[in-house]
């Protein structure tokens, strides 16, 4: 009989495992910007510093609009709803087209963003983080702009 106890401890140990494996998953882990930047450094290169007449830097002109709240608003949809059309950028023309990053959430958004502003864009005005709920009211905002209408509001906000 005591065979049989010890044969049965194992199943109720491993329906309790299952259990446990079908509960929710609650406190995630927030989003890892720099692990979202991967897919941004394939144009604008890991340390941010673009590609001459291709891809612009994110650098002082991102920590510039980062500093302004039309310009926050900008960056936000420059992620969300991709840029197409002429920009300058530290003085330097680009005219390129970089597609709506559709896939994100609000806060992998602001963890990417928050990514540029600490990490890539070091110079520059002081960085305030974005936070899920500034990048969800800026895409609303947004939510009819085409790449082109962004790219018009680069210079508008202070890009430059």
């Known amino acids: 009989m005591s065979g049989l106890r010890l044969l049965a401890l194992p199943l109720v140990a491993g329906a309790a495992i299952l259990t446990?494996?079908?509960?929710?998953?609650?406190?995630?882990?927030?989003?890892?910007?720099a692990v979202i930047y991967n897919r941004c450094a394939a144009c604008h290169t890991a340390t941010g510093k673009g590609i001459p007449a291709t891809y612009p830097p994110l650098g002082a002109d991102f920590r510039k609009l980062a500093?302004?709240?039309?310009?926050?608003?900008?960056?936000?949809?420059?992620?969300?709803?991709g840029i197409s059309g002429p920009l300058t950028v530290e003085g330097?023309?680009?005219?390129?087209?970089?597609?709506?990053?559709?896939?994100?959430?609000?806060?992998?958004?602001?963890?990417?963003?928050?990514?540029?502003?600490?990490?890539?864009?070091?110079q520059g005005p002081a960085f305030k983080p974005f936070t899920s709920a500034e990048v969800?009211?800026?895409?609303?905002?947004?939510?009819?702009?085409?790449?082109?209408?962004?790219?018009?509001?680069?210079?508008?906000?202070?890009?430059?």
Not at 20 to 33: E, F, I, K, Y
Not at 67 to 81: D, F, I, N, Q
Not at 98 to 115: K, W
């Open 92 to 122: 330097k023309p680009y005219r390129n087209v970089m597609p709506a990053q559709a896939g994100l959430d609000d806060a992998a958004v602001a963890a990417v963003l928050n990514h540029v502003g600490t990490r890539i864009a070091t």
């Open 67 to 81: 500093s302004k709240p039309g310009g926050r608003r900008y960056l936000v949809l420059v992620v969300t709803r």
């Open 136 to 160: 969800g009211t800026a895409r609303a905002s947004g939510a009819s702009m085409t790449g082109n209408d962004v790219a018009r509001l680069h210079t508008a906000v202070g890009g430059g």
């Open 20 to 33: 446990l494996a079908a509960q929710p998953v609650t406190g995630a882990a927030p989003p890892n910007g």
